[in-house]
């Protein structure tokens, strides 16, 4: 893949459709898909459809259905170009046995364990940055045999952290990565050699980890999550020419993947969305309102899966809202369903953009590193399974054998 290439194209993707990005389908059409001609189109795929389009991937299915109007083929075509375009690691990993992880976090750990073994053969010292309870800090530290330093700003999980790696050569600092006084990264001392790693660095974390190794003249790999977890209101592009996003967009780039269900389990449910907009008109009843997610405030999101009347009535209650009656209940329900039957469908090409973003922010990384004299990729390190948050941007500075 060429880095560059690929950079611009999905830039000219996204400034293309930069309209559908930045409006979701919430309360009737939007305006991009009333203007291109898509509403009919969209409004009367049934169900069987978008399930199918949910474990084929919505490009392809768009690409597949005789129906779709020309050009939301062609842009499925052009997002499948840019999301296809990016390498999958070969091969599967020497499994790990890690009892105390997940099955999930066992294929993510074994897969980096491996990616670290073969590309950075020689390091002097690994920075697990955002370290949380340190799992894949002490992993990596005892498989290359390296020190390991992590940094976390939950002292909680440091003190866990700490105990977990026992008497390996890694220690745990609790400290904010982010703030600009402190500068962690850039206060430890230098070093030859060194690695700047994350696993599911977070929103923010990326940038900052991917700027501080430049300074550092240090080797990179990290791996994104929840990119609107930013601190401004906007985030902007590393390399000059590509789009400055807005918060409340960036987590689009988050979208979860119904085909990234491990074997013999459940998919992710959808229902839970249907759930949370029942609540909200559940809830303006009783003249509440608010932004969006502000509906599960104080409330346990598994629980959204629940029984919508009792998750209702344990809504009203955590509110203190006397108890819903079961024809408001009934009320909130239908016309829950009527919108979200409709959203689920107009939301179609919107969704189908969140990988393309996601690249987008992978590659811009990536093409700073390159931009400053590192060895940079981006891969595709393990199968949706583990995770759907699977790019890896690897960075190795020359110095680094
Ligand atoms: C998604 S978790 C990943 C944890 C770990 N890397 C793993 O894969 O198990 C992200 C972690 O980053 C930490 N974090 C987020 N922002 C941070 C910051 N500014 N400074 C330090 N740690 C931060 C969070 O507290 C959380 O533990």
Redesign the pocket.
């Known amino acids: 893949m060429d880095l560059a290439r690929t950079h611009a194209r999905v830039i000219a993707l996204l400034a293309d459709a930069r309209d559908i990005v930045l409006t979701r389908a919430e309360s009737g059409p939007p305006p991009w898909a009333v203007s291109r001609l898509w509403q009919d189109y969209l409004l009367t795929r049934s169900e069987a459809d978008l399930d199918r389009a949910d474990t084929e991937g919505i490009s392809n299915w768009f690409l597949r259905d005789p129906a779709c109007p020309p050009s939301l083929r062609e842009l499925a075509e052009r997002t499948l170009a840019v999301t296809t375009l990016i390498p999958v690691v070969p091969g599967t990993p020497p499994p790990v046995d890690f009892p105390s992880m997940s099955v999930r976090?066992r294929g993510?750990v074994a897969a980096i364990l491996h990616l670290l073994r073969e590309s950075f053969p020689a390091l002097s010292e690994i920075v697990?940055?955002?370290?949380?309870?340190?799992?894949?800090?002490a992993r990596a530290s005892s498989a290359l045999s390296v020190p390991a330093v992590g940094?976390?700003?939950?002292p909680e999980?440091v003190a866990v952290a700490r105990t977990l790696a026992g008497d390996l050569p890694v220690r745990f600092i609790t400290?904010?990565?982010?703030?600009p006084s402190d500068a962690p990264l850039l206060s430890l001392p230098p070093r030859p050699d060194r690695l700047l790693m994350?696993?599911?660095?977070?929103?923010?974390?990326g940038d900052?980890l991917v700027t501080a190794a430049v300074a550092m003249k240090a080797s990179v790999l990290h791996l994104a999550?929840?990119p609107q977890?930013i601190r401004g209101r906007a985030r902007h592009a590393l390399v000059p020419g590509g789009p400055t996003l807005p918060r409340e967009i960036l987590g689009l780039a988050n979208v979860p993947s119904r085909t990234a269900a491990l074997e013999g389990e459940r998919p992710p449910t959808l229902a839970s969305k249907k759930t949370r907009l029942a609540l909200r008109y559940l809830l303006a009843v009783r003249g509440w309102s608010g932004p969006v997610g502000e509906e599960m405030r104080g409330l346990n999101r598994r629980k959204a899966d629940a029984e919508f009347a009792v998750f209702a009535k344990a809504a009203c209650q955590a509110r203190g809202f006397p108890e819903p009656t079961p024809d408001e209940i009934a009320a909130a329900a239908g016309k829950a369903h009527a919108t979200y039957v409709a959203q689920r469908r107009l939301a179609m090409p919107r969704s189908m953009l969140g990988r393309a973003l996601e690249i987008f922010l992978a590659l811009d990384r990536a093409l700073y590193l390159r931009n400053h004299g590192y060895d940079a990729r981006v891969l595709q390190l393990f199968p949706a399974a583990c995770s759907p948050r699977n790019l890896a941007v690897l960075g190795r500075w020359p110095g680094v054998d």
Do not use: I, Y
């Not at 697990?128 to 800090?137: I, L």
């Not at 400290?175 to 703030?179: Q, T």
């Open positions: 976090k993510q697990d940055v955002g370290a949380g309870r340190g799992h894949v800090t940094f976390e700003r939950d999980r400290a904010d990565v982010l703030s994350a696993l599911h660095g977070c929103g923010e974390l900052a999550c929840c977890k």
